[in-house]
């Protein structure tokens, strides 16, 4: 194997995730203003009634936010509400309730999930369709809430007239949509990028309740469990509570929502980061031995590599394992990658599938 001295220079940011990003400048800023003097605690402070405000500007005057510490905590908290006992909800085999919580949803709440079989990690009206010989029936978990990830697990998107037919199918039912916006400024900024975008796909679509997504989007940390039906919302600020979500000094997650939603930066990141993904694509997936499924829509790259060539390159460069039995791998941005991270990955690319390390070349095809 080569030695690290070698290797071109390392970007200065991974491709690990967008997790992995640091707070955008004007959030640590807004929390750093947010720290002078004293304000009450739970919520009973300005910088809360402002983030409530902004968020009804973004989805309407009858929704309702609610802030909280983390993205499993915000999905744990909608389902809460929108279930009651022997209900299920139904999500893809994807989903990250499903892979990705430790078994939360199931473990707090007390529901069961249905997840179903989705190639692209995206539920069509006839699953749900499907489910209808379970209803009624007293042995079986009812299937009451649908929840869909916007962007998915597997960087794909739905289209608002997907949404909109989903949640159809659903409230026909009888059956609750909660959508997973963990990246939903990814998806925005796909998806046209305005205000209107992010209502086409959620609240004109139908969708009752969504986990909006901060901490990917360039917050320290922090998300928010929005109703967009006012109704499940009742007992919100109870069930809140009870499942460890409500920050004492909210003052500093809504501070740094502020900063995200004044002048829609939280779409500009995204845009950055799903424009520096299409770049990566574009700079790598003509080197021989690289080959993509699909190219990126928002800001998730999933590549295969040549086996032996996979661990000189992440120790190089961190990224994360995919799909192992297929040497896939993912490699993702942020709002703060920029051209040159992009070029110094593709250079290190080249470099150690070039030849430059020890093993066969095993496990991928070349091309695009």
Not at 164 to 184: F, K, S, Y
Request: some cysteine; glycine content about 8%.
């Amino acid at each position: 194997m080569s030695s690290p001295d070698e290797m071109p220079a390392a970007p200065e940011r991974s491709f690990a995730s967008d997790n992995a990003a640091g707070a955008h400048p004007a959030v640590i800023e807004a929390l750093v203003a947010a720290n002078e003097g004293h304000a009450l605690a739970y919520g009973d402070d300005r910088w809360t009634a402002e983030a409530q405000a902004r968020f009804r500007d973004l989805f309407g005057p009858a929704s309702e936010a609610f802030l909280v510490w983390n993205g499993t905590g915000a999905n744990v908290m909608a389902l809460a509400t929108m279930l009651h006992p022997a209900e299920c909800v139904v999500c893809t085999e994807w989903a990250h309730i499903a892979v990705d919580e430790a078994g939360a949803p199931e473990r707090v709440v007390g529901a069961k999930l249905l997840g179903l079989p989705a190639p692209e990690a995206k539920l069509v009206p006839e699953q749900l369709a499907s489910l209808a010989h379970l209803q009624g029936e007293q042995h079986h978990a009812q299937p009451a809430v649908v929840s869909i990830t916007q962007s998915t697990e597997l960087g794909t998107l739905y289209s608002a007239d997907e949404v909109a037919a989903l949640c159809e199918t659903a409230h026909r039912m009888g059956m609750l949509v909660h959508l997973d916006g963990a990246r939903i400024a990814n998806a925005t900024a796909a998806l046209g990028g305005t205000v209107q975008a992010v209502r086409s796909f959620t609240v004109d679509a139908g969708v009752d309740v969504v986990s909006f997504g901060g901490t990917k989007a360039g917050l320290l940390g922090g998300e928010a469990v929005v109703y967009l039906d006012p109704a499940l919302a009742a007992r919100a600020k109870y069930t809140r509570k009870m499942v460890t979500q409500l920050p004492s000094k909210m003052r500093f997650i809504a501070a740094q929502f502020n900063a995200l939603l004044h002048d829609d930066l939280w779409i500009s990141l995204a845009r950055q980061s799903n424009a520096m993904a299409s770049r990566l694509y574009d700079a790598t997936r003509e080197i021989p031995g690289v080959a993509f499924d699909v190219p990126p829509v928002v800001n998730s790259l999933f590549v295969v590599l040549p086996n032996a060539a996979i661990q000189p390159l992440r120790d190089w460069s961190f990224f994360w394992d995919w799909d192992v039995s297929r040497h896939q791998v993912r490699w993702m941005t942020a709002w703060d990658t920029t051209d040159l991270d992009v070029q110094r990955f593709a250079a290190g690319l080249r470099h150690v599938l070039g030849g430059n390390f020890e093993g066969p070349l095993d496990g991928a095809s070349s091309g695009g």
